[in-house]
């Protein structure tokens, strides 16, 4: 089982920034890779960015240049730095860990981007 904890969402205006953590536990030696996705009232939950185990990144065209996804393996803890925030940045952020068998979920913490 892996445990995941998000934590940093808020309210910004737009061309902020915010930084969101996802702190994993228990069997983290399983994970194979970690990401977050979004998800904004009415439509589906969409990758943002993912990083593997051997420190490959992956990011949704949206928000390349302004969005950077990186880890402290020693906290086990994952980041995503958000920049230059626009509205339709706005949505449920939710933390991945996956492994071979399972993908395990964070509950989600809400980014909100005024205009």
């Known amino acids: 089982q892996v445990q995941l904890v998000e934590s940093g969402g808020g309210l910004v205006q737009a061309g902020g920034s915010l930084r969101l953590s996802c702190a994993a536990s228990g069997s983290i030696f399983s994970i194979n890779a970690m990401g977050w996705y979004r998800q904004a009232p009415g439509k589906q939950r969409e990758l943002v960015a993912a990083i593997t185990s051997g420190g490959s990144t992956n990011y949704a065209d949206s928000v390349k240049g302004r969005f950077t996804i990186s880890r402290d393996n020693a906290k086990n803890t994952v980041y995503l730095q958000m920049n230059s925030l626009k509205p339709e940045d706005t949505g449920v952020y939710y933390c991945?860990?996956?492994?071979?068998?399972?993908?395990?979920w964070g509950r989600g913490t809400q980014v909100t981007v005024s205009s």
């Open positions: 991945n860990a996956r492994t071979y068998e399972v993908n395990y």
